[in-house]
């Protein structure tokens, strides 16, 4: 059974500071990766789908990197800023159509 | 992109009472909808997987009759919470999938913007 794990649970940082957050899964066997924000009571919004072919992708000051063999992704926030207060989840594409996601990691940017 | 929604985004009810909740692909046809529940601080647990023309499948210990799914046109899921309970309260969360051109492997999931359930 697919697990998804993200590190850490919560992240408070000021303003302008790069960071980094972490996800693991436990099978390999992956078609894509993706990125999620929520913002509090909100859906999910999509930032980054990565193929299980690629390593990396980028989209403005975010960039997702994917290591399918170690079971790892992280996605990097340059330069942040308090709009990027959200809870980041991160999930996996496995069978069919199905997602498992992380428990997300909740960030605060502090001006 | 594409749009999903969900009605109403907000229900209060009481105790013993049955609500719908909708999930509409607005601008694509999907054959397969899905629906997750998040409880505060979690993460989204699936729920169902809701197939147009047919049965839904439910995920291991989630009650079929209890949470009742309807993908009767391939626009349009329904779920009813039956004789809905307090620990029934929860963040409810629609997803349909947009088919890609090489099958399952490229299709996309598009999510709606949820819909919080408070029973007294």
């Known amino acids: 059974k697919q697990e998804v794990t993200q590190i850490p649970a919560a992240l408070s940082v000021p303003e302008g500071e790069n960071l980094v957050l972490n996800c693991s899964f436990t099978?390999?066997?992956?078609?894509?990766l993706q990125w999620f924000r929520q913002d509090p009571g909100k859906g999910l919004t999509s930032l980054l789908l990565?193929?299980?072919?690629?390593r990396e992708q980028t989209s403005g000051r975010l960039n997702a990197s994917l290591d399918k063999s170690s079971g790892r992704s992280t996605l990097y926030i340059a330069a942040s800023q308090p709009g990027d207060s959200a809870t980041y989840l991160c999930a996996v594409k496995t069978s069919g159509s199905r997602l498992t996601f992380g428990e997300g990691t909740q960030l605060t940017v502090n001006p | 992109g594409a749009v999903v929604s969900q009605h109403p985004s907000r229900v209060i009810c009481k105790s013993g009472t049955s609500v719908k909740i909708e999930c509409r692909s607005l601008d694509f046809q999907a054959t397969t909808m899905f629906w997750y529940r998040q409880f505060p601080k979690q993460s989204l647990m699936l729920m169902a997987t809701s197939n147009e023309g047919s049965k839904a499948t439910y995920e291991q210990g989630v009650e079929k009759d209890k949470f009742l799914i309807n993908h009767a046109s391939l626009t349009l899921s329904t779920l009813t919470v039956t004789s809905a309970h307090p620990e029934d309260s929860s963040f409810y969360i629609c997803?349909?999938?947009?088919?890609?051109?090489?099958?399952?492997?490229?299709?996309?999931?598009?999510f709606g913007p949820g819909t919080r359930l408070t029973v007294l």
């Open positions: 099978d390999s066997a992956i078609y894509n």
């Open positions: 990565i193929q299980s072919s690629q």
């Open positions: 997803s349909a999938v947009r088919p890609g051109l090489a099958g399952g492997v490229t299709d996309t999931q598009y």
